[in-house]
């Protein structure tokens, strides 16, 4: 669908513009599919923005969860030789306060297939089992999502999904060699370069040439875009639509290709605040954010949305995940507990309290079993 590709390239575009890496890799569909699972708690502003945000605006909320439910159910059936898998799951705090809507977490278990556990976050083991679902979600490829749950934190949503595909045109290991990369700060690099000689859809226009490299039984494929000497991928960004990408990819023509192909791994982490909030889902992260849908706690809101990815690209083909992890929560929950947990260094004082006389004063940098 249309949307997809067009909520794809603007978060694409607004990540690029907030980060400082040199290299960008994200899942749209996975940040797509976590924020659908709020969006069923969102109400007035805040579900405007969202579906807004997510391309989806027109449509009802049984059509947008029905197309939600139609992906995740047909996309990992697609091929047998290619393995997608997608997963979703919510984590609730247990507490008083915090009741959840059970209307909210039986559509998202009716269309998302969610997986939902309440928990005690204060336990240290709570963080142990969310990293545990994300690490075996993406084979491994992404274990650890978090290291604490803020006190603040009333719920977390997440989405996962798995890809690994075999080219079906694979490169020869032995093909591959030592060459020269011209990176994005004009410096030649040295990178394992892979090459292969076939029939792929091919085509090229005055900014860019395309290629398209299939995997498994050609559902599933990799999408290259090469900007032509002189031109950057920004400048086929700035100009790229979910329209002008289709009416590229119309142009493919099956034809003879030598193609020179990097070996690449990239591992990373993006906070995505910021660039919904310049998609326009704004209201969502704010305390006056409009979240009735999910529970009557007063204030509630997105505190984060986090997006950890992987990809690893090869001679045999593409292993790649994706973790969302979304954040609902409040202010302050009633007074927060203290903790004082000296297991790093730390300074201390002897001191005389009426004079206030200080008589020995430290630094412990390391102690020693004692």
């Given at each position: 669908?249309?949307?997809?590709?067009?909520?794809?390239?603007?978060?694409?575009?607004?990540?690029?513009?907030?980060?400082?890496?040199?290299?960008?890799?994200?899942?749209?569909?996975?940040?797509?599919?976590?924020?659908?699972?709020?969006?069923?708690?969102?109400?007035?502003?805040?579900?405007?923005?969202?579906?807004?945000?997510?391309?989806?605006?027109?449509?009802?909320?049984?059509?947008?969860?029905?197309?939600?439910?139609?992906?995740?159910?047909?996309?990992?059936?697609?091929?047998?030789?290619?393995?997608?898998?997608?997963?979703?799951?919510?984590?609730?705090?247990?507490?008083?306060?915090?009741?959840?809507?059970?209307?909210?977490?039986?559509?998202?278990?009716?269309?998302?297939?969610?997986?939902?556990?309440?928990?005690?976050?204060?336990?240290?083991?709570?963080?142990?089992?969310?990293?545990?679902?994300?690490?075996?979600?993406?084979?491994?490829?992404?274990?650890?999502?978090?290291?604490?749950?803020?006190?603040?934190?009333?719920?977390?949503?997440?989405?996962?999904?798995?890809?690994?595909?075999?080219?079906?045109?694979?490169?020869?290991?032995?093909?591959?060699?030592?060459?020269?990369?011209?990176?994005?700060?004009?410096?030649?690099?040295?990178?394992?370069?892979?090459?292969?000689?076939?029939?792929?859809?091919?085509?090229?226009?005055?900014?860019?040439?395309?290629?398209?490299?299939?995997?498994?039984?050609?559902?599933?494929?990799?999408?290259?875009?090469?900007?032509?000497?002189?031109?950057?991928?920004?400048?086929?960004?700035?100009?790229?639509?979910?329209?002008?990408?289709?009416?590229?990819?119309?142009?493919?023509?099956?034809?003879?290709?030598?193609?020179?192909?990097?070996?690449?791994?990239?591992?990373?982490?993006?906070?995505?605040?910021?660039?919904?909030?310049?998609?326009?889902?704004?209201?969502?992260?704010?305390?006056?954010?409009?979240?009735?849908?999910?529970?009557?706690?007063?204030?509630?809101?997105?505190?984060?949305?986090?997006?950890d990815t992987y990809v690893e690209v090869n001679e045999e083909g593409t292993e790649a995940a994706a973790v969302?992890?979304?954040?609902?929560?409040?202010?302050?929950?009633?007074?927060?507990?203290?903790?004082?947990?000296?297991?790093?260094?730390?300074?201390?004082?002897?001191?005389?309290?009426?004079?206030?006389?200080?008589?020995?004063?430290?630094?412990?940098?390391?102690?020693?079993?004692?």
């Amino acid at each position: 669908m249309g949307q997809d590709n067009e909520f794809s390239f603007d978060l694409l575009k607004k990540t690029i513009a907030k980060t400082t890496e040199r290299n960008v890799f994200i899942s749209p569909l996975s940040v797509s599919i976590a924020l659908g699972m709020v969006r069923n708690g969102a109400e007035g502003v805040t579900k405007t923005e969202m579906n807004s945000t997510l391309k989806m605006s027109g449509l009802t909320d049984t059509e947008i969860n029905e197309y939600y439910r139609l992906m995740q159910t047909t996309l990992p059936a697609l091929d047998p030789k290619t393995k997608l898998s997608i997963a979703n799951s919510i984590w609730i705090r247990e507490s008083n306060d915090f009741q959840v809507k059970p209307a909210f977490l039986k559509t998202n278990s009716d269309y998302f297939n969610t997986y939902i556990k309440l928990m005690d976050f204060n336990q240290k083991w709570a963080v142990d089992t969310i990293n545990g679902w994300a690490n075996r979600k993406t084979n491994g490829l992404i274990p650890e999502v978090i290291s604490t749950i803020d006190p603040t934190t009333m719920m977390l949503l997440m989405n996962a999904i798995y890809f690994k595909g075999t080219w079906v045109t694979q490169f020869d290991k032995k093909a591959t060699a030592e060459s020269n990369f011209t990176n994005d700060a004009a410096q030649i690099v040295k990178v394992n370069m892979m090459h292969a000689t076939d029939t792929f859809a091919y085509a090229e226009d005055a900014g860019a040439q395309y290629i398209d490299m299939p995997y498994g039984n050609k559902a599933f494929s990799m999408t290259v875009i090469l900007p032509e000497q002189g031109k950057t991928t920004t400048d086929i960004l700035n100009t790229m639509t979910a329209v002008s990408f289709n009416s590229a990819l119309d142009k493919l023509v099956k034809q003879k290709v030598h193609v020179y192909f990097p070996r690449f791994k990239v591992k990373q982490t993006f906070y995505l605040n910021d660039m919904l909030k310049d998609m326009g889902m704004k209201k969502a992260f704010q305390v006056s954010a409009d979240l009735d849908g999910i529970a009557t706690l007063k204030p509630l809101f997105v505190s984060f949305v986090k997006h950890d990815t992987y990809v690893e690209v090869n001679e045999e083909g593409t292993e790649a995940a994706a973790v969302t992890t979304i954040g609902v929560g409040t202010t302050s929950v009633g007074p927060p507990e203290t903790y004082f947990v000296a297991d790093r260094p730390f300074l201390f004082a002897i001191r005389e309290k009426s004079t206030g006389i200080i008589l020995f004063v430290g630094k412990m940098g390391n102690v020693e079993k004692f």
